[in-house]
């Protein structure tokens, strides 16, 4: 399982920052591709951002590249995604994902709210 949390919490305002982090428990997230995906308020989950284990490649949604950056830290087992020059249709809830061999693993959602 994942245990997530949001840093800088808060009131966001448009233009700000803010970091969601995710740790694996008990299990080694480096075997891993992994990703992220968003879901606003009566829209389907969209797909934010993805990199495979091998950390060759990291893609990125239209929508957030270039202000979104998406790591992961082996020795931790963990996985950030880093939200810069926040919008406001950038507010939807957060979810982390694992992915190997045909199996996905989800973290609990993260609420991201940014002020309009």
């Known amino acids: 399982r994942f245990s997530c949390r949001r840093l800088g919490g808060g009131l966001v305002q448009p233009g700000g920052s803010l970091r969601l982090s995710c740790a694996a428990s008990?299990?080694?997230?480096?075997?891993?591709?992994i990703g992220w995906f968003r879901q606003a308020p009566g829209k389907e989950r969209e797909w934010v951002s993805c990199?495979?284990?091998?950390?060759?490649?990291?893609y990125y949604a239209d929508s957030v590249k270039g202000r979104f950056t998406l790591s992961r830290d082996n020795a931790k087992s963990t996985m950030d995604l880093q939200m810069n020059s926040l919008k406001p249709e950038d507010a939807a809830v957060y979810f982390c994902?694992?992915?190997?061999?045909?199996?996905?693993?989800w973290g609990k959602g993260t609420l991201v709210t940014v002020s309009s």
């Open positions: 994902n694992a992915y190997q061999n045909g199996a996905n693993y």
């Open positions: 008990r299990w080694t997230l480096g075997y891993y591709a």
């Open positions: 990199t495979s284990s091998s950390r060759g490649v990291t």
